[in-house]
Structure formats: structure tokens, C-alpha cells
């Protein structure tokens, strides 16, 4: 039970930091220890189905997908000023939250099922809108790295449409 409080207090510090300190589009935690977490823009994506967070980071000729968080929408209220829980499953088998970690040259890195953490979007939102918010999760066994890590962030940008095309 003192670990659960104690869990609770550290996400609830972090949810801080990455509204308060860390900048309009920034990224932090202690996957830091894993790949860096320099972004140089964010781009959100959004459609009926999903929200969609892509941190990328230019190095060079090269252009890292820091991390991708991608929540699936389904049974939540995405309204601004609304949280979302990012842990679980929208239904059996099918991850409410996935993230991934592409560096240039490298394969695709996915990171553990999110154990605790939650998004806010504080305006916008929708295709068109200038959307802002952030969010914050620690991350349970699993995937290929991060296991047991935590990541927060905080996002500011011209929602895009997520939809599929004609």
C-alpha cells in the first residue's frame, strides 16, 4: 500500500514537470537512460478511432521518431480538460496506449504495455484545432525496452486528421 501511494506521488510530480517545466513540446523520464529524448517537433494526429502524439528529433540528414503515443479512443471522453487513462485495454487483447521508439537506421523499438498513466488535453484537439496537453505513464514488463520506466510529455500543435483516405 506505501508502494502504491508512494507510485501515485512520483506520476503525480512527473504529470507536473511535464506541464510546468518541461516546455510546450517536450519529452522526459528515465527512458532517458535508454535513447535520448531531444524532439525537435510534434505532430499530432487525430480521427474518430485514435490520438495520435509523434515526437521527432533531427539529427543531421536523419530524423529519429523519438516516441509515437497513440491512444485508442474508444468508450473514453476526449473532451479538453478531460484525463484519459492510458493503461489497460479498450477491449480483450487490444492495448489502450501503445508507444514506440524509431531511431533512424535502426528497427522499430516497442515499448512495455503502460502499467499507470494518464493524458490530458487541455484545448483542441480535433483536425484543424491548435491542440495542447500532456501526459504521463510508467511503463509495466514487456515490449522491447523500457520495461519498468517512465516517460512524460507535453504537446503543442496544429491537430492533424488521422483519417485513412479515400
Not at 36 to 53: I, K, T, Y
Not at 56 to 85: C, E, W
Not at 111 to 127: A, H, Q, W, Y
Request: charged share 20%; net charge neutral.
Amino acid at each position: 500500500m506505501i508502494w502504491r501511494r508512494r507510485s501515485i506521488a512520483i506520476l503525480a510530480v512527473l504529470v507536473a514537470l511535464a506541464a510546468g517545466c518541461g516546455g510546450d513540446n517536450s519529452l522526459g523520464g528515465s527512458v532517458s537512460e535508454l535513447f535520448p529524448l531531444d524532439v525537435s517537433r510534434v505532430e499530432v494526429r487525430r480521427n474518430a478511432e485514435a490520438v495520435q502524439v509523434s515526437y521527432y528529433n533531427n539529427r543531421g540528414a536523419d530524423i529519429d521518431l523519438v516516441a509515437r503515443v497513440t491512444v485508442a479512443l474508444q468508450g473514453i471522453d476526449s473532451r479538453p480538460g478531460k484525463k484519459i487513462d492510458l493503461s489497460g485495454e479498450y477491449q480483450p487483447g487490444h492495448l489502450r496506449t501503445t508507444v514506440i521508439h524509431l531511431a533512424w537506421g535502426e528497427p522499430p523499438r516497442n515499448l512495455p504495455p503502460v502499467k499507470r498513466g494518464d493524458m490530458t488535453i487541455s484545448s483542441g484537439g480535433n483536425p484543424g484545432e491548435s491542440t495542447r496537453g500532456n501526459f504521463s505513464m510508467s511503463f509495466d514488463q514487456g515490449g522491447d525496452i523500457g520495461a519498468g520506466r517512465t516517460l512524460y510529455g507535453s504537446f503543442s500543435s496544429a491537430a492533424l486528421d488521422g483519417g485513412f483516405g479515400p
